[in-house]
């Protein structure tokens, strides 16, 4: 078992900044891919953005590219989501998820483990 738990959610402006952390425990958070995923009222989880088990790779969604950045820092069992120029739709509850999957995947459906999400406001 994984458990996570993300922090670093609140109310920002448009234009503003925010950087939610996810901490992991349990397993060795090396051994997991991770993810970053949004769902909005009313809409289905959607996929942010994905760092490999190094963190050497990574992958955004079109939508949050050049404005979002993901990292980890693997001696923390902690992965991070730097979100700038934040637009209102960009509202959401955020999630971060572990997946055992090797490859790069957006899909939900192929994550193992979720955290609780934590609510990103932005106001126009």
């Known amino acids: 078992q994984v458990q996570l738990v993300e922090s670093g959610g609140g109310l920002v402006k448009a234009g503003g900044s925010l950087r939610l952390s996810c901490a992991a425990s349990?397993?060795?958070?090396?051994?997991?891919?991770m993810g970053w995923f949004r769902q909005a009222p009313g809409k289905e989880r959607e996929f942010v953005a994905h760092?490999?088990?190094?963190?050497?790779?990574?992958y955004y969604a079109d939508s949050v590219k050049g404005r979002f950045t993901i990292s980890r820092d693997n001696a923390k069992n902690t992965v991070y989501l730097q979100m700038n120029s934040l637009k209102p739709e960009d509202t959401a509850v955020y999630y971060c998820?572990?997946?055992?999957?090797?490859?790069?995947?957006?899909?939900?459906?192929?994550?193992?483990?979720w955290g609780q999400g934590t609510q990103v406001t932005v106001s126009s």
């Open positions: 349990g397993r060795t958070f090396s051994n997991y891919a």
């Open positions: 998820a572990a997946t055992g999957v090797v490859i790069l995947t957006t899909r939900p459906t192929r994550y193992d483990y």
């Open positions: 760092i490999s088990r190094s963190g050497g790779s990574t």
